[in-house]
Each structure stands twice: as structure tokens, then as C-alpha cells.
């Protein structure tokens, strides 16, 4: 095994203006990171003429959030560079998303990777599937990346952050032909190609099921690493999945004889939720789930463990937030305790421990209780 766990640093709150502060604020060696000769490329996510709020693309407040503080430093030549999905029109997807008055306002480079010239590079991998890639020249040009991804579910890949925002760096044929051959190997290929200087994940707002929006849920949260696969560890775990579940991601960390593991380190506490629904989920889900000032990333936590579908019995309660009352608690019921607010009711069900609790850990609960009720019946 080679190399050491990474960090990764999460800001909890709603406004993704102040949580980029925090991470400029409190992350010590993000003070030296940045140079004034600096040329920055910044490569969000913005697959489509779709807003962030629906949970598809990068907030164009955390990214001009981002510009503030880059000029701050000094740092003057910052550019927007990014290529919509097949199908869709980057400069549409500009406009919609607030990316075109972004850069008109701050006078940035905003670059259209499909219209961009594609350089054949090598993969360089013994075995590759796609033996070449053809990567745009801007991408390839940039000598400081900073990765903007949505944290989001996949249909295929069953999670889409860091790794593959980078197929927004590939022609629409090369995107065809990743789905064609094999999705995952060729997003691992393509991941050993990019190397991003630091990766930002707006979790703020992402999507529950789909990388196209439609069922977003408030993760309330951005967080960021300098190590691609630690970002993308933590995202898939706070998607439920253990690393091993993401193909490319396995292939990666086996590649590269990596462990997956990683360092937590919150830089706040998490706040409660506000406008939380979405989506109404006391109809998606048949389960009494009892907030009370629950913060957003304990419900999404399980709103996400929910979406994997276990056999979880009806009669199951969850309780989560910081003012849960003995009084609520029925005895008869299946009781789910989530987060460590909770810990004092951890003997009367099932406990989650966390701050926040990862979809992987309530998984895990909702399975034991699932062998639970088995048994009894």
C-alpha cells in the first residue's frame, strides 16, 4: 500500500457563500495554497440548462464565493471551463445556470470544453480498455484545476462526484464511448489523467437518485480534499455505498494500491434545517420519522438509507434532532436513534452514532433491524 488516509474537511450550513469562508477561514494550509501568479481553471458541474437548487449542477454562489477569496489572494487569470452532457448545449446550460453573468461580472475566461480543440493522450495503463482518451486542450493546458462537483446518485454508476465530473472534460463521442465499453473502468482511466490541485464538493443541495436532478435533497454541507479519492470515499459513504460499491473507485484505490480510508475533521457544527422537503417524503416513505431541530445532514442520512430499500418493518419509528422526548417513544414500536444527540435512548432500540451519521452507518442499523424483526417473527 502506498501513500497515507487523507483529510477532508466538511462545512455544514445552507449558505454556500459562508461555507466557502469557512473553508478558506479554518483550513490552515489553504492559506499558503494559493499563489497570486496562480492560473486557475475552476471545472463545476454543469451538465445542463437546469439550476442548482433541482440538485444537477454546481451553485453558482459557492464558485463565485470561491472567486472572491482566489481574488483576494491576488489571483487574477481564473477561468470556467466545462462541457454539457450529450444532448445538451454548454452556452444554454451557462446562461440557466448563472455561470455567464459569473464570469461577464468578474470579467473570467468562460470556455466551452465541446467546442475545444481534444488532444489524444495515452492512458498508459497496462490493460486499458480505452488505450487513448481524447481530453479537451484547456484541461490539459491548466496547471491549477480546482474540482467543483455535485455530490449526486447515478443511474448507472450509482455515484457521480469528483472522478467523474471529468467527463465533462471529454468530446460527446468519448462520452458515448465510456458508456458503451464500460463505464466505470473508463471513468477510472480518465481519473488517472486529471489531476486536480484540490477538489471542492457542493453538497449543499444534490440529488437522492439521479444525475440529472428531479428528487434533491439538502445534504447541508460542502467539503473538500486534495486527494481525489478520499473526496470521493466520503461521498460515496455519505451516499450509503461503501468505496468497494463504486466500481471506478475500486478500480482506482486497487490500481494505485491505495486504502480508501480517510480523516474526518468538521470545521462547524451542523445546522438545523430549514425548507427541508423537496420531495414529500411522509409519502415516499411509509415510516414514522419524528424531527425534532434535526439538522439536514442527519435526515438525509436517512432519507438516503431509505432510498437503498430494506426490508424495513412499518412499525419502525426513527427519531433524530437534539430534542427528542422520552415521551415519544413507543415501546411497542421499532425505535431508530440516530445521531449522537441521541445516545442517552440507545438502549431502548437501535442507536446510529455520528455527527452526522453517514448513510453507510444508518444502513447498517435498518439491517440489523431488519434480522431483528426477522427473528421475532
Known amino acids: 500500500m502506498i501513500g497515507q488516509m487523507k483529510e477532508v474537511y466538511v462545512a455544514f450550513g445552507e449558505d454556500p457563500k459562508d461555507l466557502i469562508g469557512i473553508l478558506f477561514e479554518k483550513i490552515p494550509w489553504l492559506k499558503s495554497f494559493f499563489k497570486p501568479n496562480d492560473e486557475i481553471l475552476l471545472k463545476p458541474n454543469v451538465l445542463m440548462p437546469r439550476?442548482?437548487?433541482?440538485?444537477?449542477?454546481?451553485?453558482?454562489?459557492?464558485?463565485?464565493?470561491?472567486?472572491v477569496e482566489l481574488r483576494k489572494r491576488g489571483i487574477e487569470k481564473i477561468t470556467i471551463a466545462e462541457?454539457?452532457?450529450v444532448?445538451?448545449?454548454?452556452?444554454?446550460?451557462?446562461?440557466?445556470?448563472?455561470y455567464k453573468k459569473l464570469a461577464d461580472d468578474y470579467r473570467l475566461d468562460l470556455v466551452d470544453l465541446k467546442r475545444d480543440r481534444f488532444l489524444k493522450v495515452p492512458v498508459g495503463i497496462k490493460n486499458s480498455t480505452l488505450k487513448h482518451i481524447k481530453i479537451a486542450k484547456t484541461i490539459l493546458d491548466s496547471s491549477k484545476i480546482i474540482n467543483l462537483p455535485v455530490l449526486k446518485a447515478h443511474c448507472q454508476a450509482k455515484l457521480t462526484c469528483g472522478m467523474k465530473n471529468f467527463m465533462g472534460a471529454i468530446s460527446d463521442g468519448e462520452k458515448r464511448r465510456f458508456h458503451r465499453l464500460d463505464l466505470d473502468r473508463c471513468v477510472f482511466e480518465l481519473a488517472t489523467l486529471i489531476k486536480p490541485a484540490l477538489n471542492i464538493c457542493d453538497a449543499v443541495i444534490g440529488d437522492l437518485t439521479f444525475e440529472e436532478g428531479g428528487?434533491?435533497?439538502?445534504?447541508?454541507?460542502?467539503?473538500?480534499?486534495?486527494?481525489?479519492?478520499?473526496?470521493?470515499?466520503?461521498?460515496?459513504n455519505t451516499l450509503g455505498y461503501d468505496v468497494d460499491d463504486i466500481g471506478y473507485l475500486k478500480h482506482y484505490k486497487d490500481h494505485f494500491g491505495l486504502d480508501s480510508g480517510y480523516h474526518l475533521a468538521n470545521l462547524n457544527e451542523?445546522?438545523?434545517?430549514?425548507?427541508?422537503?423537496?420531495?414529500?417524503?411522509?409519502?415516499?416513505?411509509?415510516?414514522?420519522?419524528?424531527?425534532r431541530n434535526a439538522c439536514c445532514s442527519c435526515l438525509a442520512s436517512i432519507f438516503l438509507a431509505l432510498e437503498k430499500k430494506p426490508e424495513v418493518s412499518r412499525d419502525t419509528a426513527f427519531h433524530v434532532g437534539m430534542n427528542v422526548e422520552k415521551e415519544e417513544i413507543d415501546p411497542e414500536k421499532t425505535n431508530v436513534f440516530v445521531g449522537n444527540c441521541n445516545k442517552k435512548y440507545k438502549d431502548l432500540g437501535h442507536y446510529v452514532e455520528g455527527c452526522p451519521p453517514l448513510a453507510r452507518d444508518v444502513l447498517d442499523a435498518l439491517f440489523e433491524q431488519c434480522n431483528d424483526h426477522q427473528q421475532k417473527n
Open 51 to 67: 439550476e442548482s437548487e433541482s440538485g444537477a449542477t454546481t451553485d453558482p454562489l459557492l464558485v463565485e464565493q470561491l472567486i
Open 270 to 291: 451542523p445546522t438545523e434545517i430549514k425548507d427541508f422537503k423537496a420531495i414529500d417524503y411522509s409519502e415516499r416513505f411509509p415510516f414514522q420519522i419524528h424531527p
Open 83 to 85: 462541457g454539457a452532457w
Open 215 to 236: 428528487t434533491p435533497v439538502k445534504f447541508g454541507r460542502v467539503y473538500v480534499s486534495d486527494d481525489l479519492l478520499s473526496l470521493d470515499s466520503y461521498s460515496a
Open 87 to 98: 444532448g445538451a448545449d454548454t452556452s444554454e446550460a451557462f446562461e440557466r445556470c448563472g
